[in-house]
């Protein structure tokens, strides 16, 4: 399908310096009927301040590494299109419960918007279209031409024959940066293979090092795969923004979850590169050479105790009330300590388990010695730390009303990440999209909808 549409204009300009980048974009003024959201976050930047202020993204990912991905650059300042199936959109809308119930005052019906969607997809306007029709696909050729970076999750040469491939792509606009994130890389014999989080931690090394001692291997409890993933990924999109501003040229990101596994495998992976062995295999929450370093059970529930060095043990011993053990001449050392792991860690369970967590942490405050209580998720985001550091934001969905949700953690003192959007409902801007981007008229649009190729938002 040719389309004559002129690739955006991109002026190379040189670095000022090391540390001042001026990024070669356009910058736009954010819709005026976009739904903004009220968020609690501490001192944020003017819009148009922010890093990636007039950088637009057409995000066609779903479930998570993708989606994590495209929220990071939104949270920066980056208009984010999500482009979602028009009948199911993101596969995690179904992935509940829980939801956040629709408001009475919303219209709509339903059991609401699922917690891992809004978790993944905030700053983002949702275009619900299907590129089965010729016509979804013109709209995204159109929607290429005018974006700087385009992610996809799809196994490679899927989106050939639809022509919004790299290559395609890269001739409709040379500029463009375009990321494609699957389970196993563009190249190599598992590269048809589709890929999912647990499937990868098991094949490139992460189970076989998760879980207790001569126990069966486990998942980590976060899809960290995922999770690391989508932080490489918009890691290599801000090296390729960076890159453009020398050349005006866009490129092609191969990343995937098996590349991002393998290499935060870090200081294991280099242990057994340099010595040629085998891993010690999977520790628990203790540490293979140091002792004691775990978590030990209190009364109500665990600590974690790190006796990293001879004086640390002493202060974890007195601490306890245990000075027999740091008498122990078995003890005096670390090499003793690891060379009588299981009866040194027995006794100090003994002595832990007397007492509460809250007790142990106070014993142990201001002493030095690392320590923590093993908290659950949701005292973690009671926790006063977390609270302190604001990491739990407050916002009025437009839908949904009052919700809270994790915070970005990126902490810039100048542009700090903002949350402008509350994370979309299906097909919530596509006439906005199609109108203010594509100057689609509403007779066009409500023919697309009649047709199936786009969907808006249908209130009961």
């Known amino acids: 399908m040719a389309l004559c549409i002129a690739p955006r204009t991109f002026r190379s300009r040189p670095l000022a310096s090391a540390f001042t980048l001026t990024l070669s974009v356009h910058a736009r003024p954010l819709s005026s009927s976009a739904r903004r959201c009220n968020a609690s976050l501490a001192t944020p ?17 779903r479930v998570l590494a993708g989606p994590y991905c495209t929220q990071m650059l939104g949270d920066l300042g980056a208009e984010v299109i999500k482009i ?6 993101d596969d995690t809308r179904a992935w509940g419960p829980p939801y956040a119930p629709y408001t009475a005052e919303s219209g709509l019906s339903g059991p609401g918007e699922s917690a891992y969607f809004l978790g993944a997809n905030r700053n983002k306007k949702s275009l619900a279209l299907s590129f089965q029709h010729a016509d979804g696909v ?16 799809y196994l490679p040469n899927t989106l050939k024959k639809y022509g919004l491939d790299f290559a395609t792509l890269h001739k409709l606009n040379p500029s463009l940066i375009y990321a494609s ?42 899809a960290v795969t995922d999770l690391t993933t989508g932080l490489y990924t918009s890691n290599a999109i801000m090296a390729a923004l960076l890159a ?7 490129q092609h990101i191969d990343a995937s979850l098996s590349d991002c596994q393998t290499a935060t495998l870090a200081n294991i992976a280099s242990s057994c590169l340099v010595s040629g062995q085998q891993d010690s295999g999977r520790w628990g929450t203790a540490h293979p050479s140091i002792v004691p370093y775990k978590s030990f059970r209190t009364a109500d529930g665990d600590i974690l105790l790190g006796g990293g060095n001879d004086r640390l043990f002493q202060v974890l011993c007195t601490g306890i009330d245990r000075p027999d053990l740091a008498a122990d001449p078995r003890y005096a050392t670390n090499a003793g300590r690891v060379e009588h792991r299981t009866e040194l860690e027995a006794e100090i369970e003994r002595s832990t388990s007397s007492r509460s967590t809250s007790h142990w942490l106070a014993v142990y405050e201001g002493t030095g010695m690392p320590y923590a209580a093993v908290n659950n998720v949701q005292t973690t985001l009671q926790h006063a730390h977390t609270r302190a550091r ?35 409902i299906l097909g919530q801007h596509t006439e906005e999209i199609l109108s203010e981007h594509l100057g689609y008229s509403v007779d066009k649009i409500e023919s697309l909808q009649t047709k199936g190729v786009v969907r808006g938002v249908k209130k009961q």
């Open 390 to 424: 604001d990491m739990v934001l407050n916002l009025d969905h437009p839908y949904c009303g009052p919700l809270k949700l994790v915070n970005s953690p990126m902490k810039l003192s100048e542009t700090p990440p903002t949350v402008r959007l509350a994370p979309p």
């Open 84 to 89: 979602e199936h028009p009948v199911r959109g």
């Open 138 to 153: 013109e709209i995204l050729h159109k929607l290429a031409a005018r974006c700087d970076v385009l992610v996809e999750n």
């Open 244 to 250: 453009r501003t020398r050349t005006g040229r866009g």
């Open 45 to 61: 930047a003017p819009v148009t301040d922010l890093p990636l202020t007039g950088i637009r993204v057409l995000d066609m990912t």
């Open 181 to 222: 994130i699957t389970g196993y890389g563009q190249t190599g014999p598992y590269a048809s293979r589709a890929g999912y989080d647990v499937m990868v931690e098991a094949e490139f090394g992460l189970m076989h090092i998760t879980g207790e001692r001569d126990q069966p291997p486990v998942k980590v409890g976060v």
